[in-house]
Nanobody
Framework: QVQLVESGGGLVQAGGSLRLSCAAS????????MGWFRQAPGKEREFVAT????????YYTDSVKGRFTISRDNAKNTAYLQMNSLKPEDTAVYYC??????????????????WGQGTQVTVSS
């Protein structure tokens, strides 16, 4: 069992940056694949990025490639999402998620076992 707590959201102007953090409880953080998802009002939760357990492999949705960077520090039990060149369409509640089982479902919410409470990111134009 792991608990995830996001932080770092807020209001930023278009073109600005934010860094989201996801702090995990427990001593097995390094055994979880971590992902970031987002959900805008009236829309389904969508995949943003994911990082392998060792941090060696990352994947991004096309709309954030080159702007967002996912990373993790297993010694600190924390995952990060660095968001640069933010756009108004990035506005959403951002969730971090942990995947404890080995599965090929890494870009859909159904593939993840644990979720944080979410943090709001608002990008003004």
């Amino acid at each position: 069992q792991v608990q995830l707590v996001e932080s770092g959201g807020g209001l930023v102007q278009a073109g600005g940056s934010l860094r989201l953090s996801c702090a995990a409880s427990g001593r097995t953080f390094s055994s979880y694949r971590m992902g970031w998802f987002r959900q805008a009002p009236g829309k389904e939760r969508e995949f943003v990025a994911t990082i392998a357990r060792t941090g060696s492999i990352t994947y991004y949705t096309d709309s954030v490639k080159g702007r967002f960077t996912i990373s993790r520090d297993n010694a600190k039990n924390t995952a990060y999402l660095q968001m640069n060149s933010l756009k108004p369409e990035d506005t959403a509640v951002y969730y971090c998620a942990g995947q404890s089982r080995v599965t090929t479902i890494i870009m859909r919410p159904s593939g993840y076992d644990y979720w944080g409470q979410g943090t709001q990111v608002t990008v003004s134009s």
